[in-house]
């Protein structure tokens, strides 16, 4: 099956045309003022304009968001938090606009719930679930085997535990696909992209097979 690329908090021009061209399929743009990465209207809209064939995606960490949203950004796709108001879902699927839900798993006992976290939501209009998490290595061990087994009946992105050295292995569980992390330029047109390249490169080597 071929695996699904998404890039999280893109914030630069940079990142988006490297990303596009190395076969990334989403593009996530954090699109709620007080995140790091945050891109407002008018920069989205300069960067998008020099992509094609990738799915924008806005990514949203608040429960709710302004009424004027989907009229100030122009998205393929939302990104929502565990914490979320039907609100939001209810006017994705006015707009035909597809969702993923992140779901951060930061110590044991969420990496213990998860499968229960996940069940809880498909009663909503989930299309992807994105599973990242900052935990230590012996609970990400734990969490992969989880995700392994999830993915086999639930269509999830993984973002996490993700680099040259396990891609390989990552790429033959049943997962849809894998996000990786933009970063912010060091500098106006300035990015090392040795490390994402290593990666991305295994993944269209995969892609090719499909």
Known sequence: MRKLVKINHVSN?????????MGADMLGFALVPDHPHYVNAATLHAITAWVSGVKIVGEINKACIPHTFFNDYVVNMIQ??????SHILDTTLQKSINTIQKIHISHATAAASLEETI?????????????????????????????????????????????ADTIEDILALPIQGIALDGE??????????????LILEKVMDYNQKY
């Open 184 to 197: 912010k330029e060091m500098r106006a047109g300035y990015k090392s992209y040795e490390k994402m390249a």
């Open 80 to 85: 929502i938090t565990e914490y979320f108001s």
């Open 13 to 21: 021009l940079s990142d988006a045309r490297y990303c596009a061209g």
């Open 119 to 163: 069940f809880s939501h498909k009663k909503f209009t989930i299309d992807y679930f994105l599973i990242t998490s900052d935990a230590p290595s012996d609970v990400q061990k734990n969490l992969q085997k989880q995700v392994a087994t999830i993915a086999q009946s639930v269509p999830i992105i993984q973002s996490f535990n993700i680099t």
